[in-house]
T-cell receptor
Framework: SAVISQKPSRDICQRGTSLTIQCQVD?????MFWYRQQPGQSLTLIAT?????????ESGFVIDKFPISRPNLTFSTLTVSNMSPEDSSIYLC???????????FGSGTRLTVV | KQEVTQIPAALSVPEGENLVLNCSFT??????LQWFRQDPGKGLTSLLL?????REQTSGRLNASLDKSSGRSTLYIAASQPGDSATYLC???????????FGGGTRLMVKP
């Protein structure tokens, strides 16, 4: 399976600021995804990061709040914009090389907004 | 819309016990199902992947089964150890879009 390096691992940010999270995969993958995990909850898909085009967002998530880039087949970023305390969560990226091998996840970014 | 449910939500057992975690899903038209482990505040580690054509997968003390027609999967952990303490997540890959739908997880504590 692919190995994903995600950073930062954690951050404490002031409300109104933005944070960009990076994910680097050690091999080319077909698909990359971004998830949010709110405290005590399971994972919710934010968007599918499409290589070379705009991300596909799930209901309740918008590009202005969570802009995503994927310039190539191994790298993606998620920005959490104009943060509020409600954005405090763990953000995880995931990659799929092919369906035979399943999904791999990054180590997560624990974000606290104060 | 696919919905995934995991029972129990939390489980506490003494070391050495064999245990079963349950996962059910509403739409049986899945491509595959994956079990993950998550330690507190960390990312997900893949444990087992079962394709829709398979009945079970085994890795060490772990065995996962899949009954696609009834919308159920179980994760069996043999001879549990304190190091098994974590949250276990079941996730289903639907045929469309390749997105994963997650269950709420089972929080497992194995006491020495």
């Amino acid at each position: 399976s692919a190995v994903i390096s995600q950073k930062p691992s954690r951050d404490i940010c002031q409300r109104g600021t933005s944070l960009t999270i990076q994910c680097q995969v050690d091999s080319q993958v077909t698909m990359m995804f971004w998830y949010r995990q709110q405290p005590g909850q399971s994972l919710t898909l934010i968007a599918t990061a499409n290589q070379g085009s705009e991300a596909t967002y799930e209901s309740g998530f918008v590009i202005d709040k969570f802009p995503i880039s994927r310039p190539n087949l191994t790298f993606s970023t998620l920005t959490v914009s104009n943060m509020s305390p409600e954005d405090s969560s763990i953000y995880l990226c995931s990659a799929l090389r092919d369906t035979r091998r399943g999904y791999t996840f990054g180590s997560g970014t624990r974000l606290t907004v104060v | 819309k696919q919905e995934v449910t995991q029972i129990p939500a939390a489980l506490s057992v003494p070391e050495g016990e064999n245990l079963v975690l349950n996962c059910s899903f509403t739409d049986s038209a899945i491509y595959n199902l994956q079990w993950f482990r998550q330690d507190p505040g960390k990312g997900l580690t893949s444990l087992l992947l079962i394709q829709s054509s398979q009945r079970e997968q085994t890795s060490g003390r772990l065995n996962a089964s899949l009954d696609k027609s009834s919308g159920r999967s179980t994760l069996y952990i043999a001879a549990s150890q304190p190091g098994d303490s974590a949250t276990y997540l079941c996730a289903v890959n639907n045929n469309a879009g390749n997105m994963l739908t997650f269950g709420g997880g089972t929080r497992l504590m194995v006491k020495p």
